[in-house]
């Protein structure tokens, strides 16, 4: 769970140590704001993806899934800034499927926590191997990095691929371009 007070006591912290005045009237409810939107932004650290992916349904024909376009918005782990885009995830199931509702909901449990794309990118792929088991699997995330763009190099519009399979998808060319050209 969240630890508001904590978080409260360190934004009050960190705005002093940023020179702020933290009576200045605009200030006086940002420590607490901030704590609130913790609980949200980061309530995957309280989830675990077994709760979406083990409702699953069988299927007669193990035809490949793909679930594009599910936006997502993430923090860094590296600088708390937030990364944000869409994932996109196939699959060849073996047997079974899940609501397709459940493979977002499986994006949003990674993706409310502290991460570094690539992590992230590997776990939605290993949770759906380990819990849905279907015959292969490959999640493609696309983002843009904050800490790319409003610092450091600063970037804008450059954006990160990530790329993950398992299972069939690790050698089957065909399978792979299939799932590129509906991209
Ligand atoms: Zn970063």
Redesign the pocket.
Known sequence: MVNQKKIEEAVKLFLEGIGEDLSREGLLETPERIARMCTEIFAGMDEEPSAHLTKTFPIENNEIVIEKDIVFYSV??????P?YGKAHIAYVPDGSVVGLSKLARTVEVYAKRPQ?QEQMTAQIADSIMRYLKPQGVMVVVEAE????TMRGVKKPGSRTTTIVKRGCFKEDLQLQNEVFRIL
């Not at 860094?76 to 800034?81: G, I, K, S, T």
């Open positions: 860094c782990e590296h600088h708390l800034l990364f570094i990095h904050m800490c790319m």
